[in-house]
């Protein structure tokens, strides 16, 4: 009998510490769901614009491959080389939450149409994180999607070999984007002004967004 009341009692345990865990994650889900309905305050400011949107282009190879990398970029068709040539081909298309980058925690929210977020385009001039083969599975779903570390990372790599130009283009985007708090979506999509609900940024200790500054666009700055 003591043997069976003790399997009674493990079961409860497990079954309460199953029910806290399935209740923290439908509250993160909540809040992940309800943080972008709220009145969304942005820093917001000029964004400069750079090579090949205006002025001259960097002089090295590897900074102008780079610079064609920021902002949208169209969808291009299937194409797939075959015995040396080049030649048409289908992309497998990926359904359901699949479609969604990798790594996406919370849910894709379409930014409030705001003259504080750019006032010079209406796309991001951010640096897309990808450069995928069109013939790819996940080319159409990551094509136009930028994380923020990335773009923070190509604005020091431009300030280094003195492509201010560049790095001011994005340091600006960066800076318009990010909130009044100091916080800042992990990811955007640079051609339909869409982000990852979810914030990074540091946190208080009571659970709100922390007011200290995004380390990454501030490392860049120290750079340019």
Same mark, same amino acid.
């Given at each position: 009998?003591?043997?069976?009341?003790?399997?009674? =009692? *493990? !079961? =409860? %345990?497990?079954?309460?510490?199953?029910?806290?865990?399935?209740?923290?994650?439908?509250?993160?889900?909540?809040?992940? !769901?309800?943080? /972008?309905?709220?009145?969304? /305050? &942005?820093?917001?400011?000029?964004? /400069?614009?750079?090579?090949?949107?205006?002025?001259?282009?960097?002089?090295? $190879?590897?900074?102008?491959?780079?610079?064609?990398?920021?902002? $949208?970029? +169209?969808?291009?068709?299937?194409?797939?080389? &075959?015995?040396? &040539?080049?030649?048409?081909?289908? *992309?497998?298309?990926?359904?359901?939450?699949?479609?969604?980058?990798?790594?996406?925690?919370?849910? %894709?929210?379409?930014?409030?149409?705001?003259?504080?977020?750019?006032?010079?385009?209406?796309?991001?001039?951010? %640096?897309?994180?990808?450069?995928?083969?069109?013939? #790819?599975?996940?080319?159409?779903?990551?094509?136009?999607?930028?994380?923020?570390?990335?773009?923070?990372?190509?604005?020091?790599?431009?300030?280094?070999?003195?492509?201010?130009?560049?790095?001011?283009?994005?340091?600006?985007?960066?800076?318009?984007?990010? /909130?009044?708090?100091?916080?800042?979506?992990?990811?955007?999509?640079?051609?339909?002004?869409?982000?990852?609900?979810?914030? =990074?940024?540091? #946190? #208080? &200790?009571?659970? *709100?967004?922390? +007011?200290? $500054?995004?380390?990454? $666009?501030?490392?860049?700055?120290?750079?340019?």
């Amino acid at each position: 009998m003591r043997s069976i009341r003790g399997l009674i =009692r *493990r !079961a =409860r %345990i497990v079954c309460v510490a199953l029910a806290c865990v399935v209740l923290a994650a439908c509250v993160s889900q909540a809040v992940a !769901a309800t943080s /972008h309905k709220k009145t969304v /305050h &942005r820093v917001g400011g000029h964004v /400069h614009h750079a090579w090949p949107l205006r002025g001259k282009a960097p002089k090295g $190879p590897l900074a102008r491959w780079l610079a064609k990398q920021v902002g $949208p970029t +169209r969808v291009k068709p299937c194409r797939i080389r &075959r015995h040396g &040539r080049i030649a048409a081909c289908r *992309r497998k298309k990926i359904r359901g939450k699949s479609a969604l980058p990798p790594g996406f925690r919370g849910q %894709i929210v379409r930014l409030h149409p705001d003259a504080t977020t750019t006032t010079t385009a209406t796309t991001l001039q951010l %640096i897309r994180s990808f450069d995928i083969p069109t013939s #790819d599975p996940s080319y159409v779903r990551l094509l136009n999607w930028s994380w923020t570390y990335d773009s923070a990372i190509a604005a020091a790599a431009f300030g280094v070999v003195g492509d201010t130009s560049e790095a001011q283009q994005l340091l600006d985007q960066l800076s318009a984007l990010q /909130h009044t708090n100091g916080s800042i979506e992990e990811a955007f999509n640079v051609s339909t002004n869409e982000a990852e609900s979810l914030l =990074r940024s540091g #946190d #208080d &200790r009571d659970g *709100r967004l922390g +007011r200290r $500054p995004r380390c990454f $666009p501030a490392s860049a700055d120290m750079h340019f």
